[in-house]
């Protein structure tokens, strides 16, 4: 009888720090029922047939609450409505076609190569000054000193978000993320602060865009707001992708870049081949991907029966697509325990796949290299403070929540 | 050695170093260029985008390999296990892989060839003929035959700013291939696009000025079109001329095989040495019963030149069989079309997906209650889930209760009657 609570385990917080034996278990059965009802597919056979399949919605986010607030007209006729709107006007990640691509198409107009690409010096400079930073220190924190503020400050720029707003977006940005953890979004409590907290952060955005409007500038917001020419999505949605795009900058590549760091520091050798040669870093990012992803599972619905890996998912359940199990899959890769940059054919879902495979990778390997490369070449002798570092609590979007390392100076 | 120096050419002679094989290797090439691609000729090269130079294939595994570039294959001793080359020499062989692919189909006319300004499009040289006459403005161009090739020229011809006529003997381009329900969002997306489409359609005769530059076409109806450059796109033929002495079962619909790649003698024994991979390969694929197919499909040449070197190092006994999904993408008129499977005989289409007046749905075919074939116009990211229905036989329409499933509309396919045997060497349009 195979162990129906390996996910369970999974979510606990107590093995946060090394989840990865419990997924060698899970992918004893690639697609395993567990006690809860929930499929989890773990095996990468399993999860590519599944990723790609039209049966598995997005649209699995419980809908909408916003907390009594004692007030009758508020609780029974306007937050009604408003929940009714934010289920109607998903961020996109929760969203199927038509609706999903037909947003994701007019965030993709704004997100080509051209803007991407032109973020190559901002990304370098905003490294060189946050490594500059900790110079005469002995200590750094990884999380705080760079891996935190340097995506914060690339999207922010990317939208336009003036720069003196940032702050009130770390405790927005936080809440939110909770939505893509299957404890804390079931929890009435985390709902309500959910719903609370989408409120302030669209208050703030409905102000933002229609200073976008006024004054267009070259950044994202202004774009997406104005369509340039193009089509120009409805406010309500223009509201929620702007919220999905600022969180997503904040709340994923934070873990890709500690988790890179992480793994290098546990392979010196690594970190020093890195550091002779930086152009091995796609080698070492894409390995990290594999390794260590940033969004270790996301879920969906199944909306038909669907036979995969000889179990058939029922038509309603609750779907886990385990990426970092699948991407340790010794079916798929060799010697997958191994972080091994110069592995062959490298086909991770590190980035997912299918219909809603990461839209903002291109940025996020910009970042990733840019700031390897320079903390490999620039911290001198840098060894890990504590191993394993202590991880902040999400499951999914898993990363340590500080990564001491102490340094011997700054080249 | 390796017979032929293109897509299927080098992936073969990559997998024979990458499973161990260490002894002398030869790779004939007829073209005198390292081996290129060639899907992006009639797409990002012909809208000028990509310098027809810019589409050498990267070579994945160190070959050590001798080149003999430039020198077509002209005769195969099967026996002496020979081949001869166009500058009289003989090359010996242990093994070969026969990848010579396909060449252009003439215009039935050598004369009316002759005249300047008519082209094919298949090698880097037609090509970067063809873009340096379309960079001459030319004041119409006429497309013969609407093929995929024929679509996707005279969507960049549009792109170009250039006045397109196309001629096509079915209801609608692509006819063939995918049917003209489907065809039929060709036909408006052409219509958008500006093109002069003209359905059922023939070219009669290709007529030059007196300076030997072509000036106008006549049409089967005696109709004549003022143009000054013709693209001739009627499809590929395989190159089996250069096989005539060599007792192989090889004719117009390529070099025949058994389910290991290996070429079939005009007695039906496989020949031990001898394999075939990429366009020129017609073999039973098991996915459709075994039926013999040849597929032109940059895919499949990748991936059949990989499983022939396999078989071509392995013991007589321990040959796997070539089973393959064939699969095709285009890209013309703004839309992405993706397709995987085989049409051939499908009797019902069914849009499973997004809408036709929409012009980004996926359809799908069915031929006797199962699923065959399944074609997406910008909507490819769920088309794996349909290869792998038509994989498992799944019956027709596969209802998959999808996230954007629509009332699933069932229609008649519309597939142009097949070609008359007689006709299938002479010109199709």
Request: hydrophobic letters at 45%; aromatic letters at 6%; a neutral charge.
């Amino acid at each position: 009888m195979p162990d129906d609570t390996l996910f369970a385990q999974v979510l606990d917080e107590a093995n946060r720090a090394n989840p990865y034996p419990l997924f060698a278990e899970l992918r004893r059965n690639p697609v395993a029922r567990q006690s809860d009802g929930k499929y989890v597919v773990s095996g990468y056979a399993a999860l590519r047939s599944v990723i790609f399949d039209p049966r598995l919605s997005s649209e699995d986010l419980p809908s909408s609450r916003r907390p009594r607030t004692g007030n009758p007209f508020k609780d029974w006729v306007l937050n009604r409505i408003k929940d009714r709107v934010s289920n109607a006007h998903r961020p996109l990640i929760f969203r199927d076609p038509p609706d999903h691509d037909a947003l994701r198409a007019l965030v993709m107009d704004q997100f080509g190569p051209g803007r991407v690409n032109a973020l190559h010096g901002r990304v370098g400079e905003l490294v060189d000054g946050m490594i500059d930073a900790v110079r005469g220190r002995d200590e750094v924190c990884l999380v705080e000193d760079l891996s935190y503020p340097l995506p914060v400050a690339v999207i922010c720029d990317l939208l336009g978000v003036p720069s003196e707003d940032e702050p009130r977006f770390q405790h927005w940005s936080t809440q939110l993320a909770t939505a893509l953890e299957p404890d804390a979004r079931r929890d009435d409590e985390t709902r309500g602060a959910n719903a609370r907290t989408f409120d302030e952060i669209a208050a703030y955005m409905h102000q933002l865009i229609a200073r976008k409007r006024k004054s267009p500038a070259d950044d994202m917001l202004s774009g997406l707001a104005n369509g340039a020419g193009k089509q120009v999505m409805g406010d309500v949605d223009l509201i929620s992708t702007a919220i999905l795009l600022l969180v997503a900058g904040h709340e994923t590549t934070v873990n890709l870049i500690t988790n890179g760091m992480l793994t290098l520091l546990r392979n010196p050798h690594e970190l020093e081949k890195l550091r002779a040669d930086p152009e091995r870093a796609p080698r070492v990012i894409e390995e990290v991907l594999r390794f260590e992803p940033p969004v270790q599972f996301r879920t969906r619905k199944a909306l038909g029966d669907i036979e995969v890996a000889s179990v058939t998912i029922p038509k309603g359940s609750a779907v886990v697509l385990l990426i970092a199990a699948a991407n340790r899959d010794p079916l798929r890769f060799p010697d997958p325990d191994r972080f091994d940059p110069d592995r062959q054919d490298n086909q991770h879902f590190g980035f997912g796949g299918g219909l809603h495979y990461c839209v903002g990778a291109p940025l996020a390997r910009i970042e990733v290299e840019i700031a390897l490369v320079s903390l490999c070449r620039r911290l001198v002798e840098p060894r890990l403070l504590v191993d394993p570092p202590p991880y902040r609590s999400g499951a999914s979007l898993r990363g340590p929540e500080q990564l001491g390392i102490s340094i011997a100076g700054v080249r | 050695m390796v017979v032929g120096a293109s897509l299927a050419g080098l992936r073969g002679a990559e997998a024979l170093r990458r499973n161990g094989y260490d002894g002398p290797l030869t790779i004939v090439g007829a073209e005198p260029h390292a081996p290129y691609d060639r899907p992006p000729l009639s797409k990002h090269v012909l809208a000028g985008e990509l310098a027809p130079g810019a589409t050498t294939l990267p070579v994945l595994e160190t070959l050590d390999a001798r080149w003999r570039l430039g020198t077509p294959a002209v005769s195969l001793d099967p026996r002496a296990r020979t081949v001869g080359l166009a500058d009289g020499t003989a090359l010996a062989f242990d093994k070969l892989l026969v990848a010579i692919g396909a060449q252009a189909r003439p215009w039935a006319n050598a004369d009316e060839t002759r005249l300047t300004g008519v082209f094919t499009l298949r090698g880097r040289d037609d090509a970067q003929a063809l873009c340096t006459a379309l960079a001459a403005s030319p004041a119409r161009v006429l497309i013969v035959g609407g093929g995929l090739i024929g679509c996707e020229a005279a969507s960049c011809c549009r792109d170009l700013g250039l006045a397109v006529t196309l001629v096509d003997p079915n209801a609608t381009p692509l006819a063939r291939s995918l049917g003209a329900k489907i065809g039929q969002t060709i036909v408006e997306r052409m219509k958008r696009a500006g093109v002069d489409f003209r359905p059922n359609a023939k070219v009669r005769a290709l007529v030059g000025d007196p300076a030997g530059r072509v000036s106008s076409a006549v049409l089967h109806d005696g109709a004549a079109i003022a143009v000054d450059l013709v693209i001739v796109a009627l499809g590929a033929v395989r190159s089996v001329s250069w096989l005539a002495g060599a007792e192989l079962q090889a004719d117009g619909a390529g070099l025949t095989c058994d389910s290991a790649c290996r070429a079939l003698f005009a007695d039906g024994r496989p020949s031990p040495d001898i394999y075939a991979a990429g366009d020129v390969a017609r073999w039973p694929n098991a996915i459709y019963g075994g039926r013999l197919v040849s597929v032109e499909h940059w895919g499949n040449a990748v991936a059949q030149a990989i499983h022939a070197a396999r078989n071509m190092l392995a013991a007589p006994d321990d040959q796997s069989d070539y089973v393959h999904l064939p699969a095709f993408w285009s890209s013309q008129f703004g839309v992405n079309i993706k397709a995987v499977g085989l049409t051939d005989g499908a009797d019902a289409l069914a849009i499973v997906h997004g809408t036709r007046a929409s012009h980004r749905f996926l359809a799908v075919y069915g031929k006797a209650g199962r699923t065959i074939a399944a074609v997406s116009f910008d909507q490819a990211r769920w088309l794996p889930a349909y290869a792998e229905q038509i994989l498992a036989g799944a019956p027709f329409p596969p209802i998959m209760h999808a996230s954007d499933q629509p009332v699933v509309e069932r229609l008649a396919p519309g597939f142009p009657p097949p070609r008359a045997a007689a006709s299938q060497g002479a010109a199709d349009a």
